[in-house]
Every structure is written in structure tokens, then in C-alpha cells.
């Protein structure tokens, strides 16, 4: 079935450091690709999303390019801040009706 | 303000004793959904509406049920809980489907079963 694969976290850096959270995913077809954070005490929002190959999703300073070849969407952001703190999941959808979710990275920020 | 609203937020109850958790919306989104979080495993989906009187099974759907009489609500059911059901759950809604608009999640419910 569907899956993806997230990198475990929790992932800790200092502010301004250059951040990249792995994502790979398994499916059949051609999904769409998503990244929802989760604020503490929150529910998921949407934080970017990539429909096919090469899409490049950006949001907030944030982006991931939809690699085919690897099957791998990973997120990166040139320099994080205190506020980026959460937990990101990478996400799926190959059959349109539902989203599957990888177990979530944890992002820790240091000021 | 546009939000998915879930009640309650705690709830501790004991093996075998139904309850419900409701969910409400308030943006006229036809597509509702409900996921349970687990540490390691990320959100596992439940059950999902697509429209009123229209559901069906997630991933993980034994021992919960769900109903779609109003297009704004969606209670997530557990007819006899089990502590394997204690978790934190979410419901969720958008305007089609998931893979079309972003989804809005409600805040969580976090259920005990002792």
C-alpha cells in the first residue's frame, strides 16, 4: 500500500541554520505531495503542497521539490526561526479521497 | 472565523462505556474526515464523508462508527472503548477532496481509556 517515510526527529538547530527534513514515499500511480506542520496544542495546517514531477511546493520561506526518480519530497528553509518550532508531516494522495501521513518529524529551534 | 470545532478537548472514561466525540464546521465544506495520532505512526484515518448520508472506511475503522446527517457535523462513535483506542484524534474538513484543497483540522481530542 501507500506509505511514506519521514526522517526521525526531533531535529534541533540553532536559529538560522539551514533546515532539511527527509521525506520518501511509496505508491502506486502519480501522487500529489503535501507538508502539514503542527503547532503545540494545534491541529495540522497545510504548508505546501506539489501536484507532479518537479513541482516545486513554497510557502513561509519554506520549499520541496517533487523528485519522481527518488521518490522523495524533502523540505528545506534557508534559515529557521524560534516560531518554525513544530511538528512537519509529509503526506500523500494517490487516490484522491484520502491523505496518508508519514509518523511526523519533530523541529526543535534554539535561540 | 472559519473552523473545524471538536468536543471535548480531554475526555478519560472507562473500558465498554460509549461516548462520542462531536465535530462541527462552519465552512460549508462537503469532504469531512476523522484520523487518530499516534506517536511513531503518524495520523492513521478512521472514517471519511465525502458528502451528507455518505461515508466510508479509512485505514483504521474497527470499533469506531461515524454518521453524516448535516453537512456541518461528523461525531466520531466508540460503541464499547477499548485502551487501545486511547489516542489523540482529529477531525478534519475541506472544500473537495483532500488531494484538491488544503484539509483544516480542529484542535484534537485526547482520549483516555482505562
Known amino acids: 500500500g501507500d506509505s511514506v517515510t519521514q526522517m526521525e526527529g526531533p531535529v534541533t538547530l540553532s536559529e538560522e541554520a539551514f533546515l532539511t527534513i527527509n521525506c520518501t514515499y511509496t505508491?502506486?500511480?502519480?501522487?500529489?505531495l503535501f507538508w502539514y506542520v503542527q503547532y503545540p496544542g494545534e491541529g495540522l495546517q497545510l504548508l505546501l503542497k506539489a501536484t507532479k514531477a518537479d513541482d516545486k511546493g513554497s510557502n513561509k520561506g519554506f520549499e520541496a521539490t517533487y523528485r519522481k526518480e527518488t521518490t522523495s519530497f524533502h523540505l528545506e528553509k534557508g534559515s529557521v526561526q524560534v516560531s518554525d518550532s513544530a511538528v512537519y508531516f509529509c503526506a500523500l494522495s494517490a487516490h484522491g479521497n484520502k491523505l496518508v501521513f508519514g509518523a511526523g518529524t519533530i523541529l526543535r529551534v534554539k535561540s | 472565523e472559519a473552523q473545524v470545532t471538536q468536543n471535548p478537548r480531554y475526555l478519560i472514561t472507562v473500558t465498554g462505556k460509549k461516548l462520542t466525540v462531536t465535530c462541527s464546521q462552519n465552512?460549508?465544506?462537503?469532504?469531512m474526515s476523522w484520523y487518530r495520532q499516534d506517536p511513531g505512526l503518524g495520523l492513521r484515518q478512521i472514517y471519511y464523508?465525502?458528502?451528507?448520508?455518505?461515508?466510508d472506511k479509512g485505514d483504521v475503522p474497527e470499533g469506531y462508527k461515524v454518521s453524516r446527517k448535516e453537512k456541518r457535523n461528523f461525531p466520531l462513535i466508540l460503541e464499547s472503548p477499548s485502551p487501545n483506542q486511547t489516542s489523540l484524534y482529529f477531525c478534519?474538513?475541506?472544500?473537495?477532496?483532500?488531494?484538491?484543497?488544503?484539509?483544516?483540522f480542529g484542535n484534537g481530542t485526547r482520549l483516555t481509556v482505562t
Open positions: 464523508s465525502m458528502n451528507v448520508e455518505v461515508t
Open positions: 478534519a474538513s475541506s472544500s473537495w477532496t483532500p488531494v484538491n484543497s488544503p484539509l483544516h
Open positions: 505508491a502506486t500511480g502519480y501522487p500529489s
Open positions: 465552512m460549508n465544506h462537503e469532504y
